[in-house]
């Protein structure tokens, strides 16, 4: 178990629709990080926080945004769905997101999109 | 931006083999890692390299990192059933961004 929660596990929607993807990093890591991986891809970089603030930005969609709580959890927010968009989102978490720190991954989120 | 290139994308390997990836970047890196996805699972850390030309060991895992900081690469001697999985490198560039290559799929035949 990394410690990194990622809600829900499994998500099914229809094209058009808008969804919100849930992620508690450890407890004490102050980073986390959004990746997406298609089917036999690899993992496509969205977007890092640190302590709430945007510390990177990968090639993320418009029709996607994010943000990170007080509290350090953070939301990954999909909307207008194509199929193109159905994937597995990870999201992953370090001390404090600088260079050199390994990151912990959740479970991830499979996101299906019909 | 930084490209992070791995080869090969897959490979099938006997019991006992042994195995190597390679991974290549688009520019200088101040450290590379290395994961491993095992089927239907998530990315776990395996190793940070920092030092040029560094190499460590872990059982029968060998990490290399090249002496320009460009390369990589990860060898595993006389594979398992257990080592099969996707093996990513990963780079960060100057922008805190962390680039993972596309990954090597190992498939271990028993």
């Known amino acids: 178990d990394s410690g990194v929660t990622q809600t829900p596990k499994h998500l099914i929607t229809a094209t058009g629709q808008r969804v919100t993807l849930r992620c508690s990093p450890r407890?004490?890591?102050?980073?986390v990080y959004w990746y997406q991986q298609s089917l036999d891809q690899g993992l496509q970089f969205l977007i890092q926080?640190?302590?709430?603030?945007?510390?990177a930005k990968g090639n993320i969609l418009e029709r996607f945004s994010a943000q990170q709580f007080p509290d350090l959890h953070s939301e990954l927010n999909l909307s207008s769905l194509e199929l193109g968009d159905s994937a597995l989102y990870f999201c992953?978490?370090?001390?404090?997101?600088?260079?050199?720190?390994?990151?912990?991954f959740g479970s991830g989120t499979q996101l299906s999109v019909l | 931006g930084q490209q992070v290139m791995q080869i090969p994308q897959y490979q099938h390997v006997q019991e006992g083999e042994d195995f190597t990836t390679y991974c290549n970047s688009s520019?200088?890196?101040?450290?590379i890692q290395w994961y491993k996805q095992r089927p239907g699972g998530h990315p776990v850390f395996l190793i940070q390299l920092v030092k040029s030309g560094e190499v460590k060991k872990q059982k029968r895992l060998t990490f290399q990192f090249g002496e320009a900081k460009k390369n990589s690469s990860l060898h595993i001697t006389a594979t398992q059933t257990t080592d099969v999985g996707t093996y990513f490198c990963a780079g960060m560039d100057s922008s805190y961004k962390l680039i993972f290559g596309s990954g090597t799929r190992l498939l271990v035949r028993p």
């Open positions: 926080y640190y302590n709430g603030e945007e510390r």
């Open positions: 407890s004490g890591d102050l980073s």
């Open positions: 520019t200088t890196l101040s450290n």
């Open positions: 992953a978490s370090s001390a404090k997101g600088g260079v050199g720190e390994k990151l912990f």
